[in-house]
């Protein structure tokens, strides 16, 4: 059907992943908001195609010494170092307020050991609230483990098969790390061993130092680039991905727009996910889902699968 301005006005925005259907191919990217409960006030939760969680781990983590964030030009450096209060406040506090919405809530996974890893997803495995694991094996700012098993290929695939034969018949998507040579090896390693979707890209590490003082500007010296700025690596990451494996993909990194997102599903991500733009904007992603949508009737995709790697 097609309105007065010849716009086309029965669009399907569903997407098919691992097995299950999403409302839209929009969710937020973890860490950057909260576990739901913090952008409630500025978000409604069940408009989004899907919530991610923080990183959660099987004990609680304190993360790293401040200031552990810091502004870069379209962009800003973190080094929070995943601090979390543990897999039981998080099923007992964040779960149970994601209860009360229509939302599939996929959850963010850390650890400094595969065994961490393990004992995270076996906790989730039979969870019913549980729609979807994501594993970091990515953060560059925690001084063991995670970015070790995301960046040694051998190590990627041995996470990858531990969690997924610990997570039932919950999906598992390993999520990726920009910071090694080649993405679409790490890709490959990951879909051998059993993943059954990837996400990317986790945050750059970068460094910034504050002159007048002559000091790191955040207390861990490095920290991961996150924002538009890394927004163009993530596209072009995206693209060599998804014409390397054929698990289906959730694109992030630098969205801050509906055109972003857009651009990220025609690299070939089926789902994408915003991310830093909600500290400066916290209902951006509100906007992203309605302009996807607009992008839709103006341009007469009637079906948002028309544009996953169309290039
Ligand atoms: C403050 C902050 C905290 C983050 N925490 C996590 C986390 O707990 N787990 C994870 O896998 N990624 C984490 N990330 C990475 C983001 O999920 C995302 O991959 C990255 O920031 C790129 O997307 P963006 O440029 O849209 O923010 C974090 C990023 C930021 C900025």
Redesign the pocket.
């Known amino acids: 059907m097609k309105d007065s301005k010849d716009r086309v006005t029965d669009i399907s925005t569903e997407v098919g992943f691992a097995g299950h259907v999403f409302r839209n191919p929009v969710t937020v990217?973890?860490?950057?908001f909260g576990s739901g409960i913090e952008y409630s006030r500025f978000v409604n939760l069940n408009a989004l195609g899907a919530l991610t969680t923080?990183?959660v781990s099987a004990v609680p983590w304190e993360g790293n010494p401040t200031p552990r964030?810091t502004e870069t030009p379209s962009g800003?450096l973190?080094a929070?170092g995943?601090q979390n209060p543990g897999i039981e406040v998080f099923i007992e506090r964040d779960l149970s307020f994601l209860e009360d919405y229509d939302v599939p809530v996929i959850v963010?996974v850390?650890g400094h050991s595969i065994e961490e890893y393990e004992a995270v997803v076996e906790r989730l495995a039979d969870d019913d609230r549980v729609a979807m694991l994501e594993i970091?094996v990515?953060?560059p700012n925690v001084s063991k483990g995670a970015i070790q098993f995301g960046t040694d290929p051998a190590l990627l695939s041995e996470v990858t098969k531990r969690c997924r034969a610990k997570a039932k018949d919950k999906p598992v998507i390993m999520?990726l790390t920009p910071n090694v040579t080649s993405i679409a090896d790490m890709a490959r390693a990951a879909e051998a061993a059993g993943a059954d979707g990837l996400s990317l890209?986790?945050?750059i590490t970068g460094m910034k130092i504050d002159i007048y003082k002559r000091r790191f500007a955040i207390a861990n010296k490095t920290g991961?680039l996150?924002?538009p700025a890394?927004h163009p690596v993530a596209v072009r990451m995206v693209y060599e991905v998804t014409h390397a494996v054929d698990i289906p993909v959730i694109g992030?990194?630098?969205?801050a727009s509906a055109e972003d997102a857009i651009e990220m599903m025609m690299a070939g991500a089926t789902m994408i996910a915003?991310?830093?733009?909600n500290f400066t904007r916290p209902d951006a992603v509100t906007d992203i889902i309605a302009g996807i949508g607009d992008f839709m009737k103006k341009t007469g995709v009637r079906d948002i699968k028309e544009i996953i790697g169309v290039l």
């Open positions: 990217a973890s860490g950057t923080k990183g964030v800003m973190n929070i995943l963010n850390c970091n990515s953060c999520k890209i986790n945050t991961g996150s924002g890394i992030m990194g630098g969205i915003v991310g830093m733009i």
